[in-house]
């Protein structure tokens, strides 16, 4: 089926605007028909599917599932579910207060919190469709290890003290869970509803994305980032990171500047390194989280993010040498 | 008078519930008093762990993503 996009990006980009094959501006129109018409295509299919199944992942069932569990379980189902639970930032206030709530650890929290924007299963999807199965396995591993690590840390330091005192008070009894009704019809019209809220809330970031990776594509001479950003440089990691912390976009839109940047010769781990930092570190996501943790936690949080990134492209750069 | 609250932090979303709210509620002619919560800890004390919620005469009724238009009727009319 992923053979029909080229496909139709050689029909539209050769026949119907006829540019010469071989140009910067067909190169990069051809980037650009292919990605938009794959990844919409896979983004509508993904979140429509997951939507179905959606009552089933709910995060007052997560902290069900969280609940009473050992520290070491916690860890785990915490990011695997981070993972399989796409949820809008605007709700991670109050995820963060019902999880603390009901007695789960705040390292389990936070690893929730992190593993969540970072892994999802449609940017998972589409990231393996896109540059392959063998690279979105890589990144799902990392960011899994990522938001493992840092619930770890956050428990192991007692950083506790940094959530606001007022989290502490609240009481928030039995978890509301209004009725669903479980029929079939009342699911597709939940998962439609989540398509279009979904899609209504990224499709600029993933246009914006393509229409990054197209330039670069089209416009960027082969050995730019060669010369560089290649693996004997050692600043080329955090040089990436620190580029990708002011900038912010959804997991799914990151995906076609990181294809343009591989073809281009970028290291994986550089390339990775830099997609993580895009999505996980976000301005928006912070100022929410204030709500909620004082300062000093935020930068701590900042600051183990930015050094762990580095860290997974210098390792992956050795990795795959 | 129903007295409803929308729980949220001000995100669009929560923004288009109580607009969709108030459209409904002229629509059908039925008096309502609204109310945006706003304040992380009043949420969180209602149990509500996704916004938007929507709170009918102190009983939640909704929470996590716009509510569907017959749904709002349901409230409306209940």
Known sequence: ?321 | MKSIKVLGSGCKTCVNTAKLIEDKARALGVAIEIEKVTDMAAIASHGVMRTPGVVVDGTVVHAGGMPQPDAVEAWLKG
């Open chain 1, 1 to 321: 089926m992923l053979a029909l996009f080229p496909w139709l990006a050689d029909a539209l980009t050769y026949r119907l605007l006829a540019l010469d094959p071989g140009t910067r501006l067909a190169e990069a129109v051809h980037f650009f028909i292919e990605d938009t018409s794959k990844i919409f295509v896979l983004l509508i299919l993904i979140v429509f599917v997951m939507g179905l199944f959606r009552t089933l992942l709910a995060p007052e069932r997560v902290r069900q599932i969280l609940e009473g569990r050992s520290r070491a379980l916690g860890y785990v189902l915490a990011v695997t579910l981070g993972a399989v639970t796409p949820f809008c930032s605007c709700s991670s206030v109050p995820l963060f207060i019902g999880f603390l709530e009901a007695g789960i650890p705040l390292g389990v929290t936070m690893a929730f919190l992190i593993t969540s924007p970072l892994v999802n299963e449609v940017a998972v999807v589409i990231l393996a469709s896109v540059v392959g199965w063998k690279l979105a396995v890589v990144y799902v591993a990392t960011g899994l290890g990522v938001g493992l690590i840092g619930g770890v840390l956050i428990d192991r330091l007692r950083l506790e003290r940094w959530v606001e005192g007022y989290v502490w008070q609240i009481r928030m009894g039995a978890v509301a869970v209004p009725g669903q009704a479980p029929g079939l019809g009342a699911r597709v019209r939940y998962a439609w509803g989540e398509v279009r809220d979904i899609v209504g809330r990224i499709w600029l970031y993933v246009l914006i994305g393509i229409g990054i990776g197209a330039a670069l594509h089209g416009y960027v001479p082969q050995d730019l980032f060669a010369r560089y950003a290649g693996p004997e440089n050692p600043f080329a990691v955090p040089v990436a990171v620190l580029m990708g912390l002011p900038l912010y976009s959804n997991a799914t839109g990151i995906i076609p500047v990181a294809e343009a940047l591989l073809a281009k010769g970028v290291p994986v781990g550089t390339t990775i390194a830099f997609m993580m930092s895009v999505v996980a570190l976000s301005p928006p996501e912070f100022i929410m989280l204030r709500k909620v943790l004082k300062p000093a936690l935020l930068v701590f949080l900042g600051i183990f993010l930015a050094l762990a990134f580095v860290a997974v492209g210098l390792l992956l750069n050795g990795l795959f040498m």
